[in-house]
């Protein structure tokens, strides 16, 4: 039974990291940065439960963090950029940036240091947990990216711009 709520949890929580990955994909990014950005989306929805577990409680007590006004800001920052690459005439494949890689997998993964917070609720093999969290984390993202880059082939040009407004608009609902 706690297996399944495991995975369950790992489903909703690489939701987000999946329909962000959708938009990012529109970037026509190469597989090298697909499988580096799925793999650091993993490497931080494994990592951000347990630093939720140990720090999560005395931060949020201590230091009011809006979580939603931080994953605003990247998202809007990384759809602003997206915008502003597809309205270059060239069209040369944007280099991402571990930074920016970083970032992105940051955004999607705050809703994983939430869930560390009461993960000592749910199980008590939390390493077990956020491994099933890495795993489908990682699917997800790699999933998204690649129908994001279908959706790029068919569109073009438009497929960037509409997945600049998709973060955006994704961060704007963040901070509402």
């Not at 190469?30 to 409680?57: A, D, K, W, Y």
């Not at 993960?119 to 969290?133: E, G, Q, W």
């Amino acid at each position: 039974m706690h297996i399944l709520v495991i995975i369950m949890l790992a489903i909703s929580l690489s939701m987000d990291a999946f329909s962000l990955s959708l938009a990012y994909g529109t970037s026509n990014l190469n597989r090298t940065v697909e499988l580096e950005l799925s793999g650091i989306v993993g490497l931080f929805h494994f990592f951000m439960p347990l630093t939720g577990l140990q720090f999560g409680h005395i931060i949020f007590n201590y230091i009011p963090i809006r979580t939603n006004i931080i994953v605003f800001l990247i998202l809007v920052f990384i759809g602003f950029q997206m915008l502003v690459d597809s309205l270059k005439e060239e069209t040369i494949k944007r280099e991402f940036k571990l930074l920016d890689l970083i970032l992105f997998a940051f955004a999607v993964s705050l809703d994983s240091f939430s869930l560390g917070i009461s993960l000592y609720s749910i199980t008590t093999k939390y390493v077990l947990s956020c491994s099933i969290f890495m795993l489908f984390s990682s699917i997800f993202t790699y999933i998204g990216l690649k129908m994001g880059k279908i959706i790029e082939n068919k569109l073009g040009t438009y497929a960037q711009i509409l997945g600049g407004i998709i973060l955006i608009t994704i961060g704007i609902t963040y901070i509402i």
